[in-house]
């Protein structure tokens, strides 16, 4: 399977579900699921993931917006990473993170703020799950937002 018919996995809509949920009890409308977001964003969460970094930016140093621009994505991204390790399932990890986003200050730009603005239509969501080194379960998270339609001509 390549990477440009890849579809979200189930762990990704889930984890795209309680983005539309959250969503929703704050008042804001739902985003678009994008397939270019959810391959752009499950291609850092692997990135990541392999090489053993949590970090905006690759270990070239490009930022969200530099790789966004190098993926063909137009407009600017807001992005979300989240990293979970321990003896719970995948599922679990991402219940958690979305907890501890939402948790986050009420009008702030940090994570919660990512996910309620406004301005936000669509989204994709990238997971990569692994093991540590002493082989606990971890999960990879990242989040991209836009306003502008990535998958469109």
Same mark, same amino acid.
């Given at each position: 399977?390549?990477?440009?018919?890849?579809?979200?996995?189930?762990?990704?809509?889930?984890?795209f579900e309680l983005i539309n949920k959250s969503r929703k009890n704050a008042g804001a409308a739902p985003v678009a699921l994008s397939p270019a977001l959810c391959r752009f964003a499950r291609a850092h969460a692997r990135d990541m993931l392999a @090489? @053993?970094?949590?970090?905006?930016? @690759?270990?070239?140093?490009? !930022? +969200?917006?530099?790789? +966004?621009?190098k993926a063909g994505i137009k407009g600017g991204v807001y992005e979300n990473l989240g990293?979970? /390790?321990?003896?719970?399932? +995948?599922?679990?990890?991402?219940?958690? &993170? /979305? &907890?501890?986003?939402? $948790?986050?200050?009420? *009008? +702030?730009? !940090?994570?919660? *703020?990512?996910? &309620?603005k406004a301005e936000h239509k669509y989204a994709g969501v990238g997971?990569?799950?692994?093991?540590?080194? $002493?082989n606990a379960n971890?999960?990879?998270l990242v989040q991209v937002f836009t306003d502008l339609d990535p998958d469109a001509n």
């Open positions: 399977m390549t990477a440009r018919t890849e579809t979200p996995t189930t762990l990704e809509r889930y984890s @090489n @053993n970094y949590f970090s905006h930016s @690759n270990q070239l140093g490009e !930022n +969200a917006q530099k790789r +966004a621009l990293w979970q /390790d321990g003896p719970e399932k +995948a599922k679990q990890m991402v219940e958690e &993170l /979305d &907890l501890s986003f939402m $948790s986050e200050p009420e *009008g +702030a730009m !940090n994570h919660r *703020g990512i996910i &309620l997971i990569a799950e692994g093991k540590t080194e $002493s971890q999960i990879y």
